[in-house]
């Protein structure tokens, strides 16, 4: 079983890498419709974002003073590898398909990890899963038809 540091990081890691990856994503390829910007996107998150979460948690579970500095840095590096692997599992649908395919790809492949990630953390937490897995997936659907107006204006305003 895990412990609290590296539950806090996965989970961290993957809801942040799945949102901001699809947001990035839905948001490029609308604007865009470049395959090489999008894929450039996931890589960029992939990278600075994880690093940038990595350490927004290391900071946090330091603030706690609760932590021992063991637990500290089990959070961070499993929030930069949770984050940097589920991000970079989005570049394998933009690789193989034409971006609108791999656009709608991602979104139910992000969904789904989602779904399964929230059932696991409701069920944990003693919670209903359904409360917990409605509620992220509906930030999560605001996130992406958010990013993909965005896309479009930017698009449209600037062609």
Known sequence: MLNSSLKTGLSF??????????????????????????????????????????LGIHVSEEAENNHTHSEVWQSTFATFFAKFFFAMTFAIPVFIFDLKTATIISVIWGFIILTIANFFIAR????????????HLLIAAVVVIASYFVGNLISTFLS
Do not use: C
């Open 124 to 135: 944990s937490g003693k919670i209903a899963p359904w409360k917990v897995i409605s509620e």
């Open 13 to 54: 890691g993957l809801t942040s890498g799945i949102i901001t990856t699809l947001g990035l994503l839905v948001g490029l390829a609308a604007g865009t419709s470049s395959r090489l910007a999008v894929l450039g996107g996931i890589l960029t998150i992939a990278i600075a974002d994880a690093f940038s979460d990595a």
